[in-house]
């Protein structure tokens, strides 16, 4: 797997909350230019957070996480936990109303969470929800949600932007169809979604938040080209855009009309290597092609030094990360490991990349000239997100075409196991969830398990590191760490809050 650091969801949640807040921009429609298309409007069923971060204009969970990726109450306002680890008590705000006039309350909450965690009801992100054996609505503004057994990261999880509360009547009225018709409690309520072109969301004149939204509309706009999406924040037509091409912020740094901001993320990049099939089963070949890839090299030319190697598969600023040095470049080493593999001419394989945006594509063709030099011959595939809905998560390991896979994966709920279980937990291979090297240790399992029951604060910290300690690098190409997101903004948008949340 090719690992960066770069989470997404945060920053497009932060630049909806900042929207919202930005009197320079009232009663202006305002562009947002973005890198990619939306694939549901259904944050428990979405896997890409561009989708879970465009849904923050609808929605609000119950917590969230703040620039620093500290708890913080939204929905609710409180919350007790029982001795043994399993009871969560949650007293929720009163007097919030969603978007069709329906209250907000505990029942609401109960609605959310029987969905969520039903898995017949077949949502992406049930993964998340799995442990939770009951919700009760105590009163209408207390929920008492009951695990199937202990789980220290659960207020984190219901920190996760998934984790969204959806009217209950809209979910009777539009059943399957909600995707396509969202109703929360957010400062916006949608007024249009051309699938090909642009979400266009407006007001909610009922937010809970006196004073708030300050905008009147916001158009979601998804650019694919790096290059027109900075000609549409220069030439007015954006007011906003993110990511910003890498390559061109220097020049859009001189321009006195924009303001660029970037800041350090939390996204994890990689390319993942299935290590059920061959050659990846070897672990020869798979440590040659780290040797072969230059990291340094790498950030420049994709990202133009808006990133650095990565040191470890939790990123640094997550609880309880292990880092490391960088794999060395040494072409000569990974051509004498692939010699001791039995591929002493190399060998044919594919390479196939979740987004299609024009960084996404450097990434490939750098990669595919890298290993080239060892004699690995790559065929590049820049996939779109139905492509990769229907290749790459929908298939399980017998039917799966993914030989190398470049992706990315955020710590979302803002703790270590987010960054790891989903990865490289043996029951996460898809179509369940993200494990796309089809990974498999029985010791990582039992780590990762172990360490998310209620433990001293010191046990855990030595599970999740134990985890990190294993051959998980084997599976990976670590390439680049320590990336920093950028926005583009027209000046008299200065009050935008801009931190560690976009995953490209």
């Given at each position: ?7 997404k969801?945060?920053l497009?949640?932060?630049v909806?909350?900042?929207l ?5 921009f009232?009663?202006k429609?305002v562009v ?10 259904d944050?428990y069923?979405?896997n ?26 939204v929905?609710?306002e ?10 969560y008590?949650?007293?929720l705000?009163?007097g919030?109303?969603f ?9 609401a ?9 039903n898995?017949e009801?077949s949502l992406?992100?049930?993964?998340l929800?799995?442990n ?6 105590v ?11 202990p ?5 984190n ?10 009217s209950?009547?809209a979910?009777?009225k539009?059943g399957?169809e909600?995707?396509f018709?969202?109703v ?11 699938q090909?072109?642009f979400?266009k969301?407006?007001?909610?004149a ?16 998804p650019?694919v ?8 924040l220069q030439?007015g037509?954006a ?9 061109q ?20 990049r990689y390319?993942?290597?299935?290590v ?17 890839i230059?990291?340094?090299?790498l950030?420049?030319?994709a ?30 080493k990974a051509?004498?490991l692939?010699?001791e593999?039995?591929?002493?001419n ?20 750098f990669t ?30 017998k039917?799966?075409?993914v030989?190398?896979?470049y ?8 703790e270590a196991?987010?960054a ?12 369940t969830l993200f ?16 360490a ?6 010191g ?6 590191q ?7 690098e084997?599976?990976t190409v670590d390439?680049?760490?320590?990336r920093?997101?950028?926005l583009?903004?027209?000046q ?5 809050l801009?931190h560690?949340?976009?995953?490209l």
């Amino acid at each position: 797997m090719t690992k960066y650091v770069a989470r997404k969801w945060l920053l497009a949640a932060s630049v909806t909350a900042a929207l919202a807040a930005t009197p320079a921009f009232a009663a202006k429609d305002v562009v947002v230019a973005v890198a990619s298309n939306f694939t549901t409007l259904d944050p428990y069923d979405a896997n890409d957070t561009l989708s879970q971060a465009v849904a923050k204009s609808f929605y609000q969970g119950l917590f969230g996480l703040d620039k620093e990726m500290q708890l913080k109450n939204v929905l609710a306002e409180s919350y007790t936990v029982s001795d043994d680890g399993l009871v969560y008590t949650i007293k929720l705000r009163s007097g919030v109303k969603f978007q069709d006039g329906t209250d907000f309350n505990a029942e609401a909450v109960k609605v959310n969470l029987d969905r969520a965690s039903n898995p017949e009801n077949s949502l992406k992100r049930y993964n998340l929800y799995k442990n939770i054996a009951s919700t009760e609505a105590v009163d209408p503004t207390t929920v008492k949600i009951t695990l199937k057994e202990p789980f220290s990261a659960f207020i984190n999880i219901l920190a996760h932007p998934a984790t969204a509360m959806i009217s209950p009547d809209a979910l009777k009225k539009y059943g399957k169809e909600i995707g396509f018709h969202p109703v929360g409690t957010g400062p916006y309520e949608l007024v249009t979604w051309n699938q090909t072109d642009f979400v266009k969301v407006k007001k909610f004149a009922g937010y809970w938040q006196q004073g708030l939204p300050k905008l009147d509309t916001i158009t979601w706009r998804p650019v694919v080209d790096n290059n027109t999406r900075a000609a549409m924040l220069q030439t007015g037509e954006a007011q906003f855009a993110f990511p910003i091409p890498y390559e061109q912020a220097a020049l859009l740094a001189k321009n006195s009309k924009l303001e660029l901001v970037a800041s350090p993320s939390i996204m994890q990049r990689y390319i993942s290597m299935n290590v059920t099939q061959k050659p990846f089963d070897n672990p020869k070949v798979r440590e040659a092609i780290n040797y072969a890839i230059n990291r340094e090299a790498l950030v420049k030319v994709a990202f133009a030094g808006y990133a650095t190697p990565a040191t470890g598969v939790v990123p640094p600023s997550i609880a309880y990360s292990q880092q490391y040095h960088p794999w060395e470049y040494n072409p000569t080493k990974a051509r004498a490991l692939l010699k001791e593999a039995g591929f002493p001419n190399g060998f044919s394989t594919t390479l196939w990349s979740s987004h299609n945006h024009s960084t996404a594509q450097k990434v490939l063709q750098f990669t595919q000239q890298q290993l080239a030099q060892v004699g690995i011959k790559v065929q590049v595939t820049a996939m779109d997100a139905g492509q990769r809905a229907a290749e790459v998560e929908g298939k399980g390991q017998k039917e799966s075409g993914v030989r190398m896979f470049y992706t990315g994966w955020s710590a979302s709920t803002g703790e270590a196991d987010w960054a790891l279980s989903p990865l490289f937990a043996s029951q996460n291979w898809p179509p369940t969830l993200f494990n796309t090297a089809f990974y498999s240790n029985p010791q990582v399992d039992k780590d990762l398990t172990e360490a998310l029951k209620t433990t001293p604060t010191g046990r855990e910290s030595e599970t999740v590191q134990g985890c990190t300690g294993y051959d998980l690098e084997g599976v990976t190409v670590d390439t680049a760490g320590g990336r920093k997101t950028g926005l583009g903004a027209q000046q008299g948008a200065d009050r935008l809050l801009h931190h560690a949340g976009y995953r490209l």
